[in-house]
């Protein structure tokens, strides 16, 4: 009977702090992790005005700022730490009104996103708020809206089909599109007459064309490939989009180095006949990799399309003539761009880089650039310095930029620059008073050897107050992705914000923490992340957690025998293999939703995939896996699970605490009800954490 008796959260065994560490000073975990984290910068198409979202300790709300003075002000009352997301921001054209969702997205199930356990639950909704004042209003339930140009409602997804409503709500919503297939991706021709979306149907898409007068749709160019990132030509006239051959096996969670190369069509709506205007080349780069944009394809001026590709090895901007032609690399360069913007007249692009011609180290930085539509000129410099910017966006008058920048102890702020003037703060006093920024210590950027010789770069946090001689328990971190990269500052994603948080808090607790950037995450060029024998099919990975925790030994301020890791998701996969295949070297490991077999990861992205008509793939993802290896386990391990986890299904952590059980290994474990993959509530972050931080001051000693 015991074995079916549920898992439940273990909160208060881990709230109680240590003796050894309730003598020692130093910031509490609240005010590191207690700065707002904006999001979604927005530009108005008219009027200078902008608008983000502030994350405040889990209250989510919307802010703007308008001209002359732009002083940021909060414009909707949002006051609960409720897990309910706010995002999708779309402004109507006379900037006078924002349209948004609040609530996420459904689970297999269909059920939304309810992490406070709500009795009356919680739903997913389109609402409007007006900037001259006014309470919120909800339209109903929905997503991906996208006002018209015309100004008068707008088009949004309701169960994977297409619908219609005023904005004045004068009408109840309306059923535009029932065709097969999941909607989404919506785009309006610049008139307003035409709405293009993808329709997904599994091993392929199409790309559709509603016309609202006519009430017809026609589907441009049908293929058995996957057609996606629709955008129009300025005059309404044609759509670009980007192809992806038909690919039948599993790519997620192994290398791709290449693959049937992908292509870039135009269409001539009107006829519905469309034109190759480029295409990959065999080899590097014939794979897609995106680029953090509205759209992956940007019509700029001089009819040139800008997208992004990694022909040389590197993820850069390149254009091409609408009508086709050879493409121009306009980021040249052994760094990859992130962020990317179209500015207002369509003649430069904005994106942030890890460029590192100014300061090596800032390979593990982010920077703002700008460069031309055209070519014919390098990019140019908008931001330098130790800080971190993205998030780029130009008012619609042209005359000011904001964006979102951080330091290795600031955190994230909006920030603006008007014309040639000094850039400051949208919201001033915006970071807490009791934000400890003093306390906190800038991480130096290192490379180490991993255990088979690849150089890798890693995030140092050393305490302050270290003395000469003193050795402290040290303890590696290790990302989420694959496809991600720890920085020398604050990070640009929310996840990754709080872990860098937690890093912090940790270091001011005399731990000496390694972040590392594991092959097959990003910012180091294609062949580092689509390194070969990697997640499923040999999990090579593990060397670099390896040569990690190995250069830890050998620091003369690290106590080898108090050395641990932590990481979710893919980072607590590699947290797991850590433990599994190296107890000698990891005293101890906390494992935040890790995937622990490959073979059930894969289906949690790829329902198709099945096991038994693969079974050489399927054997080599699990001996991929820590419970190919769970044998070798001797260190303790605290284990952390949200069950309505989307990312990494709940069962992947019950399978992983049965077989340690089995083998008499020390677990403990952490329950979040209702919560999901990157956890909603704050509350739930702090908990998570504390967890952590508690667990390895029993297991490694603390300072």
Do not use: C
Request: hydrophobic residues 40%; proline residues 7%; aromatic residues 10%.
């Amino acid at each position: 009977m015991s074995r079916l008796r549920p898992l439940v959260p273990l909160i208060a065994l881990f709230l109680l702090a240590s003796p050894r560490l309730s003598a020692q000073a130093g910031p509490s975990l609240e005010q590191i992790l207690g700065a707002p984290f904006p999001s979604e910068l927005s530009a108005a198409p008219d009027g200078g005005k902008l608008a983000w979202v502030q994350n405040a300790r889990g209250v989510r709300n919307i802010w703007v700022a308008e001209p002359p003075e732009y002083r940021g002000r909060q414009l909707t009352a949002y006051d609960k730490d409720d897990g309910q997301a706010v995002g999708g921001l779309e402004w109507t054209p006379d900037a006078k009104t924002l349209v948004y969702v609040r609530g996420g997205g459904p689970n297999g199930q269909g059920d939304i996103p309810n992490p406070t356990s709500d009795p009356a639950g919680a739903e997913r909704a389109i609402w409007r708020v007006a900037l001259d004042g006014g309470a919120p209003v909800k339209i109903g339930p929905g997503a991906g809206a996208v006002v018209s140009p015309k100004g008068d409602g707008f088009a949004f997804v309701r169960g994977g089909k297409i619908w219609w409503a005023p904005l004045d709500g004068s009408q109840e919503p309306q059923a535009w599109v029932q065709a097969r297939g999941g909607a989404g991706s919506l785009r309006w021709s610049p008139d307003g007459t035409r709405l293009a979306f993808v329709s997904g149907r599994g091993d392929h898409s199409f790309i559709g064309v509603y016309d609202v007068a006519a009430r017809t749709l026609r589907w441009i160019a049908p293929s058995v490939d996957q057609d996606q990132e629709p955008v129009w030509s300025p005059d309404g006239k044609r759509l670009a989009f980007a192809r992806q051959p038909a690919h039948s096996g599993v790519t997620l969670f192994y290398a791709q180095r290449s693959g049937h190369p992908w292509s870039i069509l135009v269409a001539d709506v009107a006829t519905g006949a469309a034109k190759t205007v480029w295409t990959a080349r065999e080899g590097t780069g014939s794979a897609f990799f995106e680029m953090l944009a509205d759209n992956q394809i940007l019509w700029g001026a001089e009819d040139r399309l800008v997208f992004p590709w990694e022909g040389d090895g590197w993820v850069h901007l390149y254009s091409v003539p609408a009508g086709g032609g050879d493409a121009t690399l306009l980021t040249p360069g052994a760094f990859e761009i992130e962020n990317v913007l179209l500015t207002p007249d369509r003649r430069e692009i904005l994106f942030n880089s890890n460029q590192s011609d100014l300061d090596p180290a800032d390979l593990d930085r982010r920077h703002l650039w700008r460069v031309p539509v055209a070519g014919g000129a390098r990019p140019v410099p908008v931001t330098q310095g130790k800080g971190i910017e993205w998030l780029p966006a130009v008012t619609s008058d042209g005359k000011a930029l904001a964006y979102v920048r951080a330091g290795a102890k600031r955190p994230a702020e909006v920030v603006i620059r008007q014309g040639e003037g000094p850039v400051r703060e949208l919201v001033a006093g915006g970071v807490p008073a009791d934000f400890p920024e003093a306390a906190l210590v800038e991480p130096e950027g290192v490379i180490f050897d991993s255990a088979d010789g690849m150089r890798i770069h890693g995030q140092l946090f050393v305490p302050r107050g270290l003395k000469p001689g003193e050795r402290r328990p040290g303890l590696l971190f290790l990302h989420g992705g694959s496809h991600r990269q720890m920085l020398l500052g604050w990070h640009y994603n929310a996840y990754y914000n709080n872990a860098y948080a937690m890093n912090q808090y940790l270091a001011s607790r005399g731990y000496v923490v390694l972040a590392v950037n594991y092959r097959a995450g990003t910012g180091y060029g294609m062949e580092f992340r689509e390194a070969l024998s990697q997640g499923a099919e040999g999990a090579s990975e593990f060397y670099d957690v390896l040569g990690a925790g190995l250069y830890l030994r050998h620091r003369s301020d690290v106590d080898p025998g108090r050395i641990g890791l932590w990481g979710g998701s893919y980072g607590g996969f590699l947290t797991a293999m850590g433990l599994a295949r190296a107890s000698h070297l990891f005293q101890a490991g906390v494992d935040l939703h890790g995937v622990h077999d490959w073979n059930q990861g894969i289906q949690t992205f790829f329902p198709d995939y099945n096991p038994l008509a693969h079974p050489e793939q399927a054997r080599l993802a699990f001996e991929s896996s820590p419970l190919a290896w769970v044998d070798g386990w001797r260190s303790p391990v605290l284990v952390i699970h949200a069950d309505d986890d989307r990312n990494v299904d709940f069962s992947q952590t019950v399978r992983l605490v049965e077989a340690l059980r089995e083998r008499k290994v020390e677990v403990e474990q952490l329950i979040l009800p209702d919560d999901v993959h990157g956890f909603l509530t704050w509350s739930n972050w702090i908990t998570a954490y504390r967890a952590t931080a508690g667990f390895f001051d029993r297991k490694l000693g603390g300072h």
